[in-house]
């Protein structure tokens, strides 16, 4: 500043302003202090504290040139420096809001069960203060169970709860992550011989095929592209880009075992022998138990696959017995994405994140059959693809060796014998 430029107040008389000396010390210090005007500035502390620390501006009234545009400069930097309360959206309460009906129709679960779906992943959702007016746990979990009933875009469930996309983003990861860790407990074979008999006899009640754990199969999650080198990989053989998921469920749709990592191109089969689901049925963990799939898999003493042309009755009868019995898995496809429409809308997340999406669903989806929930309902403002947009993966698979062969001849002597 100028040697000859002096303090002017003119424009804050009119504010009736009182000063307490030290702040209006460390004030006028701090933004106008330079030899030239440090006297005026003792002057206006002497003065108000001569007069009770109010003061008139025109009593310290200096003019100059530049006067009004300095005067201009330091209500706008005290004004700068203000601290304005922040404003934050308003979060309406989704769980009280609707009626049972409408609550499963946007969320996919009841209340009930989202009240205890919470209370085991709660620890991993609660902030550890209410600073800057954190998003609770239960709306934490009912953002992303709207993302899975809708697979809307981010900003779309964001906006649901009154959050901006990002940390829409962060919430969807944060409590898929936890509902995963859930895994564990609710997605596993029989392995106790009770839980075992229990599955058999529930598989031999469809069609009289003994020995049955569980049925196989693979069903198409669309993705968005994942872009890179690698993204064609994920391009199935109907053309859009998927995750090739593996399932093996049992006769009351509930999920045993899931495999959520093969890109769309991946055959079933291939699938299959690089899965753990394998690997403990090759060394006979579970007894001589066995799994159905169909032809898209090559015939093992574990796993019963149909005949491609049966001939003789018992064949026949075979044949008929392993699709009915069978049947339950393409019915746990069915109410897994209905019940959970992002897994046939497409899930718009990175490749990791989709990857937990799709267990997160699984886990769900065991947790309200365990409940007994009522079937999902149909929401009519979305609207799932056909399912001839599903992938029959019944291709080029070579027919196993005799061995296999005449495991499966049993099946079929046995089938003839039936009354």
Sequence with gaps: MGSNRFLNFRSLSKLSLRFDCDILLYTLFYFLYTPSNFLPICALMAHSSDEGSSFDGEDLLHTSSNTSDENEELIVELNRRVRHPRTFRSRPDNFTKWTEEEFRMRFRLCKATTSFLLTLIQDQLVH????????????????????????????AVGDFIGVDKSTASRIVKKVTTAICTLAGIYIQMPRMENAIRRNQLAFYNIARFPRVIGAIDCTHVRIQSPGGDNAEYFRNRKGYFSFNIQVVGDASLRILDVVARWPGSTHDQTVFNNSRIHARLET???????????????????????????????????????IRSRNPIERLFGVWKRRFPILSLGIR?????????IIACAVLHNIAQERNEDGPLVDPDVILPNNDDEIDDVVNVPEAGNINNNFRQTFIDYFSSLP
């Design 128 to 155: 550890r203060s209410n600073r800057n007016h954190a998003v609770s746990a239960m709306n934490q979990l009912l953002l992303t169970l709207r993302l899975y009933a809708t697979g809307s875009m981010l900003i």
């Design 284 to 322: 006979n963990e579970f007894g001589n138990s066995i799994i159905l799939g169909d032809s898209g898999y090559a015939i093992k003493q574990y796993l019963i696959t149909p005949l491609l042309n049966p001939h003789t009755e018992g064949e026949q009868l075979f044949n008929e017995a392993q």
């Design 349 to 357: 997340l990175s490749l990791e994140t989709t990857q937990s999406v």
